[in-house]
């Protein structure tokens, strides 16, 4: 297991355009979380799965947004109707419920860049 | 205002300095500190966690928590050219649903010059 993997790590799109991005979390974690970081940000929570129930969204979260984890494994993000507003970095986190000491400790990955112009 | 708070920088130091980052936050309810480096286009990487105050050392890197100050510090000593990054501070309010999420700063970009 490598880590978290997202793809695409960059998408360019036009404004009006849908995008998707999907994350494949670390194989044993069973709760999986996504983030926005805008330049010089640090990172937003946006939503947060624990096996395939969608359990928290943040009010970043507009109804333009909707993401998905149907078995419990990989998760997918997708927005409609892009914005410019939307562009950012799309960070994928995992962690484990496992051995929960108490600091959940997310494991992230690369990101999934998203222009919109 | 936001709830945790950290100066954007950028931090310059030559190398082999100590580097001294801190945030200040406003939720007392947060109770595990994070420290995380992330490199240009890259994801966040955890170097450190600590629970409550106190102190936590690995190797290089010492962390400190004092809650009664809503504060928290993370120092880099014998600094490296290698260690130029984001290091971004990150708080969650412990376990259960508040645990699940955190809360990060808005980072703190540091260069080490050689």
């Known amino acids: 297991d490598t880590g978290v993997s997202q793809d695409p790590r960059h998408k360019i799109t036009k404004r009006g355009q849908n995008v998707t991005f999907r994350c494949d979390p670390i194989?044993?974690?069973?709760?999986l979380y996504w983030y926005r970081q805008t330049l010089g940000q640090g990172p937003e929570f946006l939503t947060y799965?624990?096996?395939?129930?969608?359990?928290?969204k943040s009010r970043l979260l507009s109804d333009r947004f909707s993401a998905e984890r149907p078995k419990g494994s990989f998760s997918t993000l997708e927005i409609q109707r892009t914005e410019q507003g939307d562009s950012a970095m799309y960070l994928c986190?995992?962690?484990?419920?496992?051995?929960?000491?108490?600091?959940?400790?997310?494991?992230f990955g690369a990101g999934s860049r998203l222009t919109v112009l | 205002q936001k709830e945790v708070e950290q100066d954007p920088g950028p931090l310059s130091v030559p190398e082999g300095a100590i580097v001294s980052l801190n945030c200040t936050y406003s939720?007392?309810?947060?109770?595990?500190f994070m420290w995380y480096r992330q490199y240009s286009r890259k994801g966040p990487e955890l170097l450190m966690y600590?629970?409550?105050?106190g102190n936590k050392e690995d190797g290089r890197f010492t962390a400190q928590v004092d809650k009664s100050s809503k504060y928290i510090s993370l120092f880099i000593r014998d600094s490296q050219p290698s260690d130029s990054a984001t290091y971004l501070c990150?708080?969650?309010?412990?376990?259960?649903?508040?645990?699940?999420?955190?809360?990060f700063g808005g980072g703190t970009r540091v260069l080490v010059k050689p």
């Open positions: 939720n007392s309810a947060f109770q595990y």
């Open positions: 194989s044993e974690h069973n709760r």
């Open positions: 990150a708080m969650s309010a412990g376990t259960g649903a508040a645990g699940n999420k955190l809360t």
């Open positions: 799965f624990q096996n395939e129930a969608q359990l928290e």
């Open positions: 600590t629970y409550s105050s």
């Open positions: 986190a995992s962690s484990s419920l496992a051995g929960y000491s108490g600091a959940n400790v997310l494991t």
